[in-house]
């Protein structure tokens, strides 16, 4: 299948460095396994992060500054999930999907990007909190009509509130920062060896699902976590994010267990793409009440 470089590195609004690869990679809630639970540690007000929210566990990802290529990134405080979302958490929200194999725990996948908006809006509402995403202004997703199978310029032109507190896809460098945990550095944008956990691929496998023959989706939570608490961000399924590559399409992040990229590369994905090993995980601006 044809690949094509796209630029990566540098602020959000410009891309630059590192290439984009066009690929093709072919619950009651998401919460973490029960044997590595310990690791929702308590937030400064001494409650656990899973307690600020009703149906997902979300870890905080404290403000701070990192250097990324050329230039210095800053991200303030917000929150991420601890998992890629599941299929089981996934159609609770939004009912019937068909994923590339099935399973509660599995990460959903074979979700177009006009979904994952859907999602979070729907989620927002279910926890409280006001829907990030609007279609001509309307943040109910549910007056958007269908998602589309095919590229559509309505959708296309949903815009986020900055100013809403609900679930949203991350920004590209809150997701490398929060991948990188304590191994962000002020010193160096270098990360071409760096995964989520780890540096280098010694450890890996101890982080990540990594080097397998073909792509596969295996359960969350399954690997070590990384610093900031967050499980298979390097491998299992890859991730979406927000911000465009430079031709229309969208960033996904991370890997699948085939191709594990490290932290200094992503590929593009088209906005209808229904692929397999494709899939998301939330982040949130502000706790529930």
């Known amino acids: 299948m044809k690949k094509s470089k796209k630029a990566l590195f540098g602020a959000l609004a410009v891309a630059a460095a590192v290439g984009f690869v066009s690929c093709y990679t072919g619950s009651e809630y998401e919460e973490p396994s029960s044997n590595q639970s310990q690791e929702n540690s308590p937030d400064e007000n001494g409650a ?5 929210f009703k149906n997902i566990t979300m870890k905080k990802i404290e403000s701070g500054s990192f250097k990324f290529g050329d230039d210095t990134e800053t991200v303030g405080a917000f929150y991420m999930a601890a998992t890629e979302t599941t299929q089981k958490l996934y159609k609770e929200i939004m009912g019937s999907h068909e ?38 202004g309307e943040p109910d997703a549910s007056k958007w009509g269908d998602v589309p199978t095919s590229n559509d310029a309505d959708w296309n032109a949903i815009t986020e509130d900055s100013d809403a507190n609900g679930f949203r896809l991350p920004h590209k460098d809150e997701w490398v920062f929060a991948a990188l945990g304590t191994n962000a550095s002020q010193d160096s944008g270098d990360y071409g060896n760096y995964y989520s956990g780890c540096i280098g691929s010694d450890s890996l496998s101890e982080y990540a699902w990594a080097g397998e023959s073909s792509a596969q989706i295996h359960e969350v939570a399954q690997k070590k976590p990384n610093s900031n608490g967050l499980y298979d961000m390097s491998g299992n399924a890859w991730e979406l994010c927000w911000d465009t590559a430079g031709d229309g399409k969208r960033v996904r992040i991370g890997g699948d267990s085939k191709d594990c990229i490290p932290l200094s590369a992503a590929w593009d994905y088209p906005n209808d793409g229904d692929w397999g090993q494709v899939g998301f995980r939330v982040v949130c601006a502000a706790p529930a009440n």
């Open 99 to 136: 994923c590339s194999v099935e399973g509660d725990n599995l990460p959903v996948d074979k979700v177009r990007f006009y979904e994952a908006l859907v999602f979070c809006n729907e989620l927002s509402k279910k926890e409280g909190l006001e829907p990030v995403y609007k279609k001509g």
């Open 48 to 52: 656990a992060d899973s307690d600020l």
